[in-house]
């Protein structure tokens, strides 16, 4: 009748496969699949799926990284604008410099990135003058690195003023 062995015993019978398609007999149940269980159907479905979702997130990531590039580089000429400006205040502040010298200072050290787009300009300089002023400008439009939609329309400025070593109350500090 009945037996309580610890070990269950194997089943004598195996799974046989109905003559229906669907169905499935496994002793006293028959097992019937689901629909689109199919593993090669549902990979070619997830294959669809997988493309259309990179589509979508992939748009996303590009532009992530291109506006990422797009203010690095706007950080990039932010600081070469203010080391060109102070430069350039530095090498006219001393007496006998020029304001053409001034601005060539400025021009060499922008154009070490930047070959067009911006704009340097320096204070006359006289042997009166207690200070000089030196202005250096990059329009973001002219240098963008793609197309300019993220930072179009920018004007940046950096101005740096010294006071020079050349006026009378110089000495007297």
């Known amino acids: 009748m009945f037996s309580f062995s610890s070990q269950r015993k194997a089943s004598p019978r195996r799974p046989v496969t109905s003559r229906l398609a669907g169905t499935r007999s496994c002793g006293l149940f028959k097992l019937r699949r689901v629909a689109g269980t199919d593993r090669k159907n549902n990979q070619r479905k997830r294959l669809g799926a997988t493309l259309v979702e ?31 400006a102070y430069y350039a205040a530095r090498k006219a502040i001393v007496p006998g410099a020029t304001a053409t010298e001034a601005e060539a200072e400025a021009d060499r050290i922008m154009g070490s990135i930047f070959s067009n787009g911006y704009t340097v300009s320096c204070t006359p300089i006289s042997d009166e003058a207690e200070s000089v002023t030196v202005t250096v400008g990059v329009n973001m439009d002219e240098i963008a690195l793609f197309v300019p939609m993220f930072l179009g329309g920018i004007e940046l400025n950096s101005v740096a003023t010294m006071k020079t070593e050349r006026y009378s109350g110089y000495y007297e500090q």
């Open 54 to 84: 990179f589509a979508i997130v992939s748009n996303v990531l590009l532009i992530t990284i291109f506006t990422c590039m797009e203010f690095a580089r706007m950080n990039m000429a932010r600081n070469l604008m203010q080391d060109a």
